[in-house]
């Protein structure tokens, strides 16, 4: 069997997460997981999530088999966090997931089961797992453009890719905080996006990594739940490893959204199915941490507003700093742009120089962790930048 062995690149952001592990200078900066830290560097366990796990500690009276929907209050109080008040919230077929990744390849899953001639359309650039996840489910793939050279949401070209599209593909969007250039539609744009999906009869899944990280959690969805209101049919795959911190308990849902009332018992099934014949059902400690700050969410709510803020005063002092050294316009966009990520308008070969000279560790396409950097490190990286741009 291991003669049968296929040459694996692997992931190449957690290759370089190695080789920034082994770097030996003082001074290295890594910008590339997308996690939160904090001014000391570290990635905290948020406080409120602490007083959940310190109040389920007290409750805990078995660890007996869950459902394989995973926990009920949880999925239920996901689909609300994610859809509001929306009328919409009726047509929700939720299932507990192992984070955000786990929602989209069981969504991916369940299209390769249900249309296995459908092709996903996923932004370029884009989340570097989106490919993987649907290709390993057997679907194929396509890609839409997404930014312009003025670090702009590039919706022609955007739509002019999707005239490819055919009826019955899927069309994967993020929500918000795009990863990796931080350029979200406006909400006369994500009605564009939704025509389009009506027009083509394409069907919208939304990927919900970030609420409540570039926004307000109601603002942050305000185009998820406009596309959703519109369409018959969508998909939405969310995660609380940012919003609520839960990297690696592994916490999301997996969405069906169908006006058709009368198939909601057969998808949740399918759905079950699915998961049975994958990891049988998901972990229980983040949906239930997660599942608790919801049913009161105000302090949890404000907590995450105070990540937010750090996270926009980081990008606010880094786009002064550029504009302050004379960087060129289009590095000035960083200030606009929403969440953890940027794209920094820099070659592969000169984001190696950005590592190999300066001990800066963003990913080769120019991603940047902005909610990674320290206000301390600013100075540092925008020197590094004008010296790289200027040779
Ligand atoms: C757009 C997007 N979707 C999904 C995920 C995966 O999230 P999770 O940790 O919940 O699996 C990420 C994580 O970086 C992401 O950026």
Same mark, same amino acid.
């Given at each position: 069997?291991?003669?049968?062995?296929?040459?694996?690149?692997?992931?190449?952001?957690?290759?370089?997460?190695?080789?920034?592990?082994?770097?030996?200078?003082?001074?290295?900066?890594?910008? @590339?997981?997308?996690?939160? %830290?904090?001014?000391?560097?570290?990635?905290?366990?948020?406080?409120?999530?602490?007083?959940?796990?310190?109040?389920?500690?007290?409750?805990?009276?078995?660890?007996?088999?869950?459902?394989?929907?995973?926990?009920?209050?949880?999925?239920?109080?996901?689909?609300?966090?994610?859809?509001?008040?929306?009328?919409?919230?009726?047509?929700?077929?939720?299932?507990?997931?192992?984070?955000?990744?786990?929602?989209?390849?069981?969504?991916?899953?369940?299209?390769?089961?249900? *249309?296995?001639?459908?092709?996903?359309?996923?932004?370029?650039?884009?989340?570097?797992?989106?490919?993987?996840?649907?290709?390993?489910?057997?679907?194929?793939?396509?890609?839409?453009?997404?930014?312009?050279?003025?670090?702009?949401?590039?919706?022609?070209?955007?739509?002019?890719?999707?005239?490819? =599209?055919?009826?019955?593909?899927? @069309?994967?969007?993020?929500?918000?905080?795009?990863?990796?250039?931080?350029?979200?539609?406006?909400?006369?744009?994500?009605?564009?996006?939704?025509?389009?999906?009506?027009?083509?009869?394409?069907?919208?899944?939304?990927?919900?990594?970030?609420?409540?990280?570039?926004?307000?959690?109601?603002?942050?969805?305000?185009?998820?739940?406009?596309? !959703?209101?519109?369409?018959?049919?969508?998909?939405?795959?969310?995660?609380?490893?940012?919003?609520?911190?839960?990297?690696?308990?592994?916490?999301?849902?997996?969405?069906?959204?169908?006006?058709?009332?009368?198939?909601?018992?057969?998808?949740?099934?399918?759905?079950?199915?699915?998961?049975?014949?994958?990891?049988?059902?998901?972990?229980?400690?983040?949906?239930?941490?997660? *599942?608790?700050?919801?049913?009161?969410?105000?302090?949890?709510?404000?907590?995450?507003?105070?990540? %937010?803020?750090?996270?926009?005063?980081?990008?606010?002092?880094?786009?002064?700093?550029?504009?302050? %050294?004379?960087?060129?316009?289009?590095?000035?966009?960083?200030?606009?742009?929403?969440?953890?990520? *940027?794209?920094?308008?820099?070659?592969?070969?000169?984001?190696?120089?950005?590592?190999?000279?300066?001990? !800066?560790?963003?990913?080769?396409?120019?991603?940047?962790?902005?909610?990674?950097?320290?206000?301390?490190?600013?100075?540092?990286? =925008?020197?590094?930048?004008? *010296?790289?741009?200027? %040779?």
């Amino acid at each position: 069997m291991l003669n049968n062995m296929p040459i694996i690149n692997g992931d190449p952001l957690w290759a370089l997460l190695g080789r920034f592990r082994t770097d030996q200078r003082k001074h290295k900066i890594d910008l @590339l997981v997308g996690v939160y %830290r904090d001014k000391h560097g570290n990635t905290p366990v948020m406080k409120t999530v602490q007083d959940a796990e310190i109040h389920l500690a007290h409750q805990a009276h078995s660890k007996a088999y869950g459902m394989l929907s995973g926990n009920a209050n949880f999925n239920q109080q996901m689909a609300k966090f994610v859809l509001g008040d929306s009328p919409s919230l009726k047509d929700q077929c939720t299932i507990q997931t192992v984070g955000a990744s786990g929602a989209l390849r069981l969504i991916a899953d369940l299209i390769a089961t249900l *249309s296995p001639d459908s092709t996903v359309w996923i932004s370029d650039p884009g989340y570097i797992n989106h490919r993987p996840l649907m290709e390993g489910a057997g679907l194929a793939v396509n890609t839409y453009p997404w930014q312009n050279k003025n670090g702009q949401l590039d919706i022609d070209a955007c739509f002019a890719a999707l005239e490819k =599209a055919k009826e019955g593909d899927v @069309l994967l969007l993020h929500a918000c905080c795009h990863n990796p250039t931080g350029i979200d539609p406006s909400l006369e744009q994500w009605q564009l996006f939704s025509d389009k999906c009506k027009q083509k009869n394409i069907v919208p899944f939304i990927d919900m990594a970030y609420q409540g990280f570039g926004d307000d959690p109601d603002t942050d969805a305000a185009g998820l739940r406009l596309i !959703i209101e519109d369409s018959d049919f969508a998909f939405i795959a969310a995660s609380c490893s940012k919003n609520m911190g839960l990297y690696n308990e592994r916490t999301g849902i997996a969405t069906v959204m169908t006006t058709n009332h009368e198939r909601h018992a057969d998808i949740q099934t399918l759905l079950e199915t699915i998961t049975r014949a994958n990891y049988s059902m998901p972990p229980n400690h983040g949906a239930a941490v997660a *599942s608790y700050l919801l049913d009161s969410p105000d302090a949890w709510l404000d907590e995450l507003a105070s990540y %937010r803020s750090r996270v926009d005063t980081i990008r606010q002092a880094l786009g002064a700093a550029l504009k302050d %050294r004379g960087a060129p316009a289009e590095f000035l966009d960083i200030s606009h742009q929403k969440g953890m990520f *940027s794209l920094l308008p820099l070659t592969k070969n000169q984001m190696l120089i950005l590592q190999d000279e300066f001990a !800066i560790y963003g990913m080769p396409n120019g991603r940047i962790n902005i909610a990674g950097l320290k206000m301390t490190e600013i100075p540092q990286l =925008a020197d590094a930048i004008i *010296s790289i741009v200027s %040779r």
